[in-house]
């Protein structure tokens, strides 16, 4: 069982920056390949990048590449998401989520349906 908490959002104005962390409970956080997805309101939730459990692969959506980096420190169990130049289309709370890889490959996922825990989100908030 992991259990996994967001912080970082804010309201920042647009081209600003804002780093998300995401803070994970368990001894084997290691083992996890983690995601960082958005739902703004009325929409369904996407994808926004995903990292493989060394850390080794990572993956982003083509509205974030270039702007977004994930990373993550297994030593601190935590997941982050860097994010520069904000614009205001990137206003949603953001969720972290986890699946369990066991270690396995340098796989990263980016269905909502392939993790196994979410966290409570965190609002960023991107003005104009």
């Known amino acids: 069982q992991v259990q996994l908490v967001e912080s970082g959002g804010g309201l920042v104005q647009a081209g600003g920056s804002l780093k998300l962390s995401c803070a994970a409970s368990g001894r084997t956080f290691s083992s996890y390949a983690m995601g960082w997805f958005r739902q703004a309101p009325g929409k369904a939730r996407y994808f926004v990048a995903a990292i493989n459990w060394s850390g080794g692969s990572t993956y982003y959506a083509a509205s974030v590449k270039g702007r977004f980096t994930i990373s993550r420190d297994n030593a601190k169990n935590t997941v982050y998401l860097q994010m520069n130049s904000l614009k205001p289309e990137d206003t949603a709370v953001y969720y972290c989520?986890?699946?369990?890889?066991?270690?396995?490959?340098?796989?990263?996922?980016?269905?909502?349906?392939?993790?196994?825990?979410w966290g409570q989100g965190t609002q960023v908030t991107v003005s104009s």
């Open positions: 989520a986890a699946k369990e890889t066991y270690y396995s490959g340098n796989y990263y996922y980016t269905g909502t349906g392939e993790y196994d825990y």
